[in-house]
């Protein structure tokens, strides 16, 4: 089993949907970041967490630390958000160069 | 606000050729990472370190070297190219003041 696993892999949304990308992960960290990747493009880091909710424009991220569990929410989705969003956890291991370690990912398609 | 910078974007090597993949940070980040990306695999740390002069291996290490003789550096080489390394590469930094990661680009690597 993965250390990091999200869900769903794939979701399709009509613009202006709600969308909800989850992941758990079943080691300590120090704290959660969420990625997003356009096709063809580099990695930008959307929120690091490691307690509570944060919101930036129309993307809301939440992490429930006891239940091991983080949600990246988009309101009010548009085509311009199709990308792959990407969950990775931070090691607490400092002398190990506290590690991210990543899901899958979640290849996220919105139609106009 | 150049921020993270790997060179070159793409390159083709033919089997058993070498190559060195730089990336340049001008953040002042302690930390630096190499990783690959796969189809279905996600990313994978090859190398990091935890400061100038130092290195470490990641989970996916095995021919790969790796030097960071310059606190912005952190150079990424292949010996001896094979098939098993096309891949995406991505480097990536982060300090402990600011622990968010900041991603380069990414450099498509082709191996023939």
């Known amino acids: 089993k993965n250390e990091v696993e999200q869900s769903p892999q794939n979701l399709t949304a009509q613009e202006g949907e709600f969308i909800t990308i989850n992941c758990s992960y079943s080691?300590?960290?120090?704290?959660l970041h969420w990625l997003q990747q356009h096709p063809g493009g580099g990695i930008v880091s959307l929120f690091m967490?490691?307690?509570g909710k944060k919101k930036h424009g129309r993307l809301i991220a939440t992490i429930n630390i006891q239940e091991k569990h983080s949600s990246l929410h988009i309101t009010a989705s548009h085509p311009r958000d199709s990308a792959v969003y990407i969950c990775?956890?931070?090691?607490?291991?400092?002398?190990?160069?506290?590690?991210?370690?990543f899901g899958g990912g979640t290849r996220v398609l919105v139609k106009p | 606000n150049a921020g993270v910078t790997q060179t070159p974007k793409f390159r083709v090597l033919k089997t058993g050729q070498s190559m060195t993949l730089l990336c340049a940070q001008d953040?002042?980040?302690?930390?630096m990472y190499w990783y690959r990306q796969d189809p279905g695999m996600g990313l994978r740390l090859i190398h990091y370190?935890?400061?100038?002069?130092?290195?470490a291996k990641g989970e996916v290490p095995d021919g790969y070297n790796v030097s960071r003789l310059k606190k912005q550096n952190f150079l990424l080489g292949l010996e001896s190219a094979a098939p098993s390394q096309t891949s995406v590469y991505f480097c990536?930094?982060?300090?402990?003041?600011?622990?968010?990661?900041?991603f380069g680009q990414g450099t498509r690597l082709t191996v023939v």
């Open positions: 080691v300590g960290i120090s704290a």
């Open positions: 990775a956890v931070r090691s607490p291991f400092k002398a190990a160069g506290n590690k991210l370690t």
């Open positions: 370190s935890v400061g100038e002069g130092t290195t």
């Open positions: 967490l490691s307690s």
């Open positions: 953040m002042n980040h302690e930390y």
């Open positions: 990536a930094s982060r300090s402990d003041r600011f622990p968010e990661a900041f």
